[in-house]
């Protein structure tokens, strides 16, 4: 009896789920071939690869100050391209390492370049780089929006991304160039990813030739109201601070006076990502660029006022070769041969070549029609258009008269002793103590001399012999105590 029981509680259990099963059954599935990608027929997309072939360039020279004096964020190693192209060029590569050294290496120097700052350049900084950019001299300024520096709140702790548009825009607005502080993406037309975006359109420059395509990676839009954008794109190149397309923001500009450049990127410079495009052409153009400033010489850009290996020296016959003025001409020949140029001493102006011109006041006809030039006259005082009527007394003046045919510095002074002092200056390789317009300085060497205008000048006169008077021998001796 209990056995049955059993029997019909187990039919009962699986009753239901035997007329499930037939009734949902449709018998065998059959799985049908799912097709798959042939993944072994797929290639990455690259970047047409164009590297510049051209070994024939021309031997520039020049000095390219890098700047590393404001945190840059940036290593030698990812502009290799740009200085191996400088190089190519004979160009010299020097680091600033802080702003104190930045206005004396500007007198040389053929270019100024700043990669990523982090750190605002200072009001003195700005105005160095403005004079300079005023001579001639060039800068080029590269940011990146990729690269951010990372502060620290102090009120939360909080990790901060600050990038370097804020910084390069404290040199740049003198200039009239902002790089926005946004990215440039492409979600149509770019290199392979959305933020390297391509560059088809060129605003004519030095710096454009020859380019058909650019591609920059991760870059800045950049803008200026009154100078030339260098690389335009396609209206689907967008801004990240808008999602829209500006026809006046670029990656690259050029300044009105065509001697400052801004690029949004410097991944371009680093390898592989020269030799993708035309990035190649881009770089050696941008060091053709760097290396063929023509500075204006000026006084500011004492003593690196002369061009060539060989610096005549005038000494008027008003001054004697005695010993304090070989002194100060030994001292100006250690100076000058510093800087590579030897000293050939003259007997007259020369009409060409570099020259040092040494005299009083006492002007001969050849540096008197210097002076002229200069609308300078001299007499109980001393007539300057750019300072006016200055004390002849005690005071020299530089006359830097620069041509086509060589640079003559005149160094004047009223009597020989500052003469010498005025050399002595030169020796020093300073004259920031002087009172300075481009091409002439007055400075305060002396306290004159006891005679005026024209005492001085000649040879210096013995100490007179006072007459002793003779002791009678006849005169009969006083005893000393002695005996």
């Not at 520039?60 to 190089?87: E, R």
């Not at 403005?130 to 620290?152: C, H, P």
């Not at 030095?206 to 380019?211: A, I, K, R, V």
Request: net charge negative; aromatic share 10%.
């Amino acid at each position: 009896m209990k056995k049955g029981y059993f029997y019909i509680a187990l039919a009962a259990l699986l009753l239901p789920i035997l007329v499930r099963a037939f009734w949902f059954y449709r018998g065998t599935v059959e799985r049908p071939e799912i097709a798959t990608p042939d993944f072994a027929s797929f290639t990455m997309p690259e970047a047409p690869i164009n590297e510049n072939t051209n070994n024939e360039v021309e031997q520039l020279g020049g000095t390219v100050i890098i700047d590393q004096a404001h945190s840059n964020q940036f290593t030698m190693p990812d502009i290799t391209a740009f200085t191996s192209a400088i190089q190519q060029r004979g160009g010299r590569i020097e680091a600033l390492n802080d702003s104190f050294s930045l206005d004396f290496q500007l007198k040389y120097a053929s270019a100024f370049v700043s990669f990523s700052p982090s750190f605002p350049f200072s009001s003195f900084e700005i105005q160095s780089l403005q004079n300079f950019a005023e001579r001639g001299g060039k800068i080029l300024v590269f940011t990146d929006a990729t690269r951010n520096f990372i502060s620290v709140d102090f009120v939360t702790g909080n990790p901060i991304a600050i990038g370097d548009s804020n910084a390069a825009n404290s040199l740049l607005k003198v200039f009239d160039i902002t790089v926005n502080n946004d990215y440039l993406y492409n979600t149509q037309e770019n290199e392979g990813n959305f933020r390297n975006v391509l560059f088809d359109e060129f605003g004519k420059s030095e710096l454009t030739f020859g380019l058909k395509e650019i591609a920059l990676y991760g870059t800045h839009s950049v803008e200026s109201a009154s100078g030339l954008v260098l690389l335009g794109g396609s209206e689907s190149n967008l801004s990240s601070m808008n999602d829209a397309h500006n026809p006046n923001h670029g990656g690259a500009v050029l300044s009105a006076n065509g001697n400052v450049a801004a690029f949004g990127d410097l991944t371009f410079l680093s390898s592989p990502y020269n030799t993708y495009t035309d990035n190649a052409t881009l770089i050696s153009n941008l060091a053709d660029f760097v290396l063929t400033s023509e500075q204006s010489l000026t006084l500011q850009n004492f003593p690196y006022i002369f061009t060539g290996n060989t610096v005549n020296v005038y000494i008027s016959p008003e001054l004697s070769k005695n010993t304090s003025l070989i002194t100060a001409l030994s001292g100006l020949q250690s100076s000058l041969r510093f800087r590579n140029i030897e000293m050939r001493f003259v007997d007259e102006v020369p009409a060409s070549g570099d020259t040092i011109i040494i005299s009083t006041f006492l002007l001969d006809e050849d540096t008197q029609a210097i002076a002229n030039k200069f609308d300078v006259e001299f007499s109980s005082t001393i007539q300057t258009v750019e300072f006016g009527e200055v004390s002849s007394s005690g005071t020299g003046i530089f006359l830097l008269d620069s041509t086509n045919n060589g640079n003559k510095l005149v160094i004047l002074a009223g009597i020989s002793d500052d003469v010498i002092a005025m050399m002595g200056l030169v020796s020093s390789g300073s004259i920031n103590s002087c009172l300075t317009a481009d091409n002439i300085a007055v400075c305060s060497v002396g306290f004159g001399d006891d005679f005026g205008f024209g005492g001085g000048f000649s040879e210096e006169t013995p100490f007179e012999e006072f007459p002793s008077e003779e002791i009678p021998t006849d005169v009969e001796a006083t005893p000393t105590p002695s005996g």
